[in-house]
């Protein structure tokens, strides 16, 4: 048997976000671009809602869900 039911999680961070870029003129008028960029968080606890009732699910420090994302960027710009 299958059920499929439907819910809504939310929850809630503090985080920050750090980010460096760097430009290099390749010809006129035009330039290439380099950027990496680090986002930190972690969801301590989140609210199940099941349509019916919300319950709030506090996790254990091992089962802490980490939001850490790095990202590297590169890009191409022309200007005048």
């Known amino acids: 048997a299958v059920r499929i039911d439907s819910y809504k999680i939310n929850g809630q ?5 750090l980010s460096a870029g760097y ?5 006129k008028n035009l330039i290439l671009g380099f950027q990496v960029s680090y ?6 606890k989140y609210d199940l809602n099941d349509g019916v009732s919300t319950k709030t699910i506090t996790l ?4 802490y869900e980490s939001l850490n994302r790095l990202d590297f960027s ?3 710009r022309f200007f005048k």
């Not at 430009?23 to 010809?27: L, N, V």
């Open 23 to 27: 430009d290099i003129e390749i010809a």
């Open 74 to 76: 590169v890009g191409l």
């Open 60 to 63: 254990d420090k091992e089962e």
């Open 39 to 44: 986002l930190y968080g972690t969801l301590l």
């Open 13 to 17: 961070s503090f985080g920050f976000s």
